[in-house]
């Protein structure tokens, strides 16, 4: 079978009825719609589609998956066919890295949706951008996959020219959770855990040094293994402190049970997350998840007016999969690679160049429009100029929006 297609391909070669390019590849079928003779180009998604967090990957899948179609549908770049090539990382960091070699060698890929961790995205990062390949994350908030471990001390310095995202920075997320907690909420003395891993460690950090500031007190701290479910031993420790809150750096699968096994030790009080809590599977995993808090990047789509035609359109597809957190982060981040294939066959007499990865990473820095979250542009880390947050709370078992706004940082 190898050798027939490989001389089927050469076939088609000499005969030139099959061309092939470093940015694309040409399709002379007619498309139904008169149109016939378009470049296919590829983006790739990365994101969990099995295990604990899939609820959050799948949304993302899927509304990348609807930004190629509205794309296709509209013919919004005249002689691209957009495809889409979703990869499941499993959550798992090696996974990504191999991910992110499989979407390399594919000539056609021209950018890269994802992925959902900061920790799978640090194994990402380096091989993309060494390939020049544009990746544009919905959800990493980890400050340092942009500006370094310098941004600590005010040395912030660009990592990697390929790395955008439609998600704001820890230091925006904490900072807002902080401000929220310590002013709206009235919470004065936090106990703080995070779960070990790159996304969970640096909110913590964040939240600690903006909480702090404002003048509350971190009554004690711990790590624990996001992979366990009993936190009996730790909830004991809590409880000897008075604390007022428990914030928690880290995702739904462990925040879940460590809430529930908090109110069962008796202790009333809210554990409160970032946005890797944000889901409605949190609240179908925790009995007592009443009163809680997580905050979330943007605003809560459905109080978007720029959001309305997104929403109608993906109940109209009819995904199995509800968008979740990052369904309009998500088409934004595949919309901005769209964008950038525009301007990148715009400014080449209407034909993609012959280096499209290259074209399409000059084109980000340039990239502007208005998106399902809001205007949609980068800064000179590659970071959204969109810092907007929004605070959530558990409400009769679904997460409610309680407040929106920008942090004060200091």
């Known amino acids: 079978m190898r ?8 076939a088609a070669l000499a005969a030139g009825s099959l061309t092939l390019t470093a940015c694309g590849s040409r399709d002379d079928s007619s498309d139904g719609s008169g149109g016939g003779d378009k470049t296919t180009v590829v983006i790739g998604v990365d994101a969990p589609l099995t295990g604990d967090l899939s609820a959050l990957g799948l949304g993302i899948r ?12 509209e013919e919004y770049v005249k002689g691209v066919e957009f495809e889409l090539e979703p990869l499941d990382d499993q959550a798992q960091p090696s996974v990504g ?12 890929v021209l950018g890269v949706v994802g992925p959902l961790n900061s920790s799978v ?32 001390t005010g040395n912030s310095v660009r990592q ?3 790395f955008f995202r439609t998600a704001t920075t820890d230091e925006i997320q904490g900072a807002f959770a902080a401000e929220y907690l310590y002013t709206k909420a009235g919470k004065k003395k936090v106990y703080l855990i995070d779960d070990q891993k790159t996304y969970g460690a640096g909110l913590a950090a964040s939240f600690k040094t903006n909480f702090t ?7 004690g701290s711990d790590h624990i293994n996001p992979d366990d479910r009993d936190f009996n031993a730790v909830v004991a420790k809590i409880k000897k402190t008075g604390a007022e809150a428990l ?25 409160m997350g970032g946005d890797g809590i944000y889901s409605a599977e949190y609240p179908k995993l925790n009995k007592k998840a009443e009163g809680d808090l997580a905050t979330s990047v943007g605003k809560p789509v459905e ?47 209407g034909e993609l160049p012959s280096d499209g990865r290259k074209a399409v990473l000059d084109a980000m820095s340039k990239v502007k429009f208005d998106g399902v979250t809001g205007t949609i542009s980068f800064d000179e880390f590659g970071d959204t100029t969109n810092t907007m947050m929004t605070a959530y709370k558990v409400k009769n078992n679904a997460w409610a929006p309680e407040h929106s706004g920008s942090p004060q940082l200091s």
């Open 3 to 10: 050798q027939r297609s490989l001389m089927a391909i050469t």
């Open 62 to 73: 899927n509304s990348a998956d609807l930004a190629v179609k509205i794309a296709n549908k």
């Open 97 to 108: 890295q191999q991910n992110a070699q499989k979407f390399i060698s594919n000539k056609n």
């Open 121 to 152: 995205s640090q194994q990402m990062q380096k091989p993309l951008n060494d390939a020049g390949l544009v990746q544009v994350s919905p959800a990493n908030t980890g400050t340092e996959l942009t500006q370094g471990d310098g941004w600590k």
């Open 160 to 162: 990697f020219k390929t």
């Open 213 to 219: 500031k404002l003048g509350g007190t971190i009554v």
């Open 247 to 271: 914030y928690y750096g880290g995702e739904y699968p462990a925040a879940a049970p460590l809430s529930q096994q908090l109110k069962d030790s008796g202790q009333n009080i809210p554990l």
């Open 303 to 349: 109080q978007l007016d720029s959001a309305k035609d997104f929403i109608k359109n993906y109940e109209a597809e009819g995904y199995e999969d509800d968008y979740e957190a990052y369904g309009g982060l998500t088409y934004d981040a595949a919309w901005s690679l769209i964008e950038a294939v525009k301007l990148a066959v715009e400014g080449n007499d």
